[in-house]
Structure formats: C-alpha cells, structure tokens
C-alpha cells in the first residue's frame, strides 16, 4: 500500500502504547500555522521553517539532532492531491516506523521518500486534517 495515508483512532498518547508515554523516539509539539485560500486550493496547514507555524525544538532524536524544516499537510499537491509532508536535513529512510499526528499514524513504509523528505498522499480535507486550525498545538509522536 505504498503512498496511502495508514490512519486509524486511538492509538496516540497514554502511557505503554505507541506514541507517548515516553516511549517515542522523538516527540515535537507543533503549532500550526496556515497558508493559501479556500478559491485557490492551495491551503497548506502545518509547519515550514521561516515561513509558517513553529515546532517545540526543530531538530530530530532520529538524525543526530538534525533540522526538521517542515512538516505540513497541503491541499494541492502534484496532481492536486492532498498530502502530508515531513522534511528532516539529512535524514535516511530509516530508524522509526510512525509519524503520529493527533490520531492520525503515518507509516514511514508507506511514504514516498526522497532526499530527506517523506510524502503521504491521502484523502483528508482542510477539515479533516491532522493539524487542525491556525494556532492550534499537536504533539508529534516518531516511533
């Protein structure tokens, strides 16, 4: 199932289970910032290094402490198809299994994966997706 949005209910947060509890390998809180219109359909919700919301400490447990430059969800990808994007410097396909927004789990084997940066493609719309209206906090699980 390569390149499909792996989400389920549950799961994130509380204690022995996958994200959270303090078994993560990484956690980051990220507060959302916003981008583009609703005519355009080009809303992007999430963070971008310089450009649109902030994250808790930006570098990654995963990679030896390096950049995560953004991690959003965008409503108007090639094709014009939603997706979830993460983008760490220098990061390798490798080393953890979930990205876990909310109740949203993202598989890093069903990612599309190329230089450092991770692409979900999905089905969740502004109005479903995992971070939520501008300025609002979501805590990031990498298991």
């Known amino acids: 199932m390569t390149g499909v949005l792996c989400m389920f209910t549950g799961g994130g947060g509380g204690g022995g ?6 078994s993560s390998l990484d956690t980051q809180s990220v507060t959302t910032g916003t981008s583009g219109t609703a005519g355009g359909l080009n809303r992007i919700r999430g963070y ?14 995963l990679y030896a402490g390096a950049a995560i430059t ?11 198809a939603q997706y979830y994007y993460l983008a760490i410097t220098g990061g390798t396909n490798s080393g953890w299994s979930t ?5 949203t789990v993202l598989a890093r084997t069903d990612a599309t994966f190329s230089s450092g940066t991770w692409t979900w493609s999905t089905t969740d719309t502004v109005g479903t ?15």
Do not use: P
Request: aromatic share 10%; proline share 0%; no cysteine.
């Open 99 to 103: 990205m876990t927004i909310g109740t």
């Open 17 to 22: 289970g996958g994200g959270g509890g303090g």
């Open 129 to 143: 997706q995992a971070f939520g209206a501008n300025g609002s906090v979501h805590t990031v699980y990498f298991d």
């Open 48 to 61: 971008i290094s310089g450009s649109q919301g902030s994250i808790s400490d930006g570098t990654s447990n």
């Open 70 to 80: 953004s991690m959003f969800w965008d409503e108007n990808g090639s094709g014009g």
